[in-house]
T-cell receptor, first 116, second 111 residues
Framework: AQKITQTQPGMFVQEKEAVTLDCTYDTSDQSYGLFWYKQPSSGEMIFLIYQGSYDEQNATEGRYSLNFQKARKSANLVISASQLGDSAMYFCAMREGLGAGNQFYFGTGTSLTVIP | NAGVTQTPKFQVLKTGQSMTLQCAQDMNHEYMSWYRQDPGMGLRLIHYSVGAGITDQGEVPNGYNVSRSTTEDFPLRLLSAAPSQTSVYFC??????????FGQGTRLTVV
């Protein structure tokens, strides 16, 4: 079974609108971390936001927020007030456990295009 | 702050050639890993290391070797390049509490 599932290969959003990128995960661990990365056309991987499994509040970082629904095992990324520079590939990732040896699992990504 | 330094940025190999992708980090991270990124498949783990002298296989290890003689360095060796290894390769490092920090990536083409 896939550890991370991103079901939206491509998404379009109007500039200044909000957009939600979906991510579901699969783990039996109680301790895990969820991450979102942005990959612009230049290719680098940019860390956006982190949510720990024990965090009771949804994580926020500027215009990014993570809608964490633990019972549904979903960790959707919400981008508010979209900008043209938000056009990029977005990857959801999970790390199980607390030890440094636990690997990251990545989804297949969602390509976001912001329309002027 | 250098972070994760990955070289080269681009490389073209002929089938059967070998090469080493270099990766170095200056954050004293225990955990280092190599991924390949192919269209529609996200990032897939090739090999990883939890510290100097310790390496292990990831999801797609065939055709690649790694070693970790120091905390800082984690080179990836392609033993005999094949067209199926045409991909973008990323090195990443982290500690037990942080996100993964990525290198700039290497775009490898095997002809």
């Amino acid at each position: 079974a896939q550890k991370i599932t991103q079901t939206q290969p491509g998404m379009f959003v109007q500039e200044k609108e909000a957009v939600t990128l979906d991510c579901t995960y699969d783990t039996s661990d109680q301790s895990y971390g969820l991450f979102w990365y942005k990959q612009p056309s230049s290719g680098e991987m940019i860390f956006l936001i982190y949510q720990g499994s024990y965090d009771e509040q949804n994580a926020t970082e500027g215009r990014y927020s993570l809608n964490f629904q633990k019972a549904r095992k979903s960790a959707n990324l919400v981008i508010s007030a979209s900008q043209l520079g938000d056009s990029a590939m977005y990857f959801c990732a999970m790390r199980e456990g607390l030890g440094a040896g636990n690997q990251f699992y990545f989804g297949t990504g969602t390509s976001l295009t912001v329309i002027p | 702050n250098a972070g994760v330094t990955q070289t080269p940025k681009f490389q073209v190999l002929k089938t059967g050639q070998s090469m080493t992708l270099q990766c170095a980090q200056d954050m004293n991270h225990e955990y280092m890993s190599w991924y390949r990124q192919d269209p529609g498949m996200g990032l897939r783990l090739i090999h990883y290391s939890v510290g100097a002298g310790i390496t292990d296989q990831g999801e797609v290890p065939n055709g690649y070797n790694v070693s970790r003689s120091t905390t800082e360095d984690f080179p990836l060796r392609l033993l005999s390049a094949a067209p199926s290894q045409t991909s973008v390769y990323f090195c990443a490092s982290s500690n037990s509490l942080s996100e993964a920090f990525f290198g700039q990536g290497t775009r490898l083409t095997v002809v």
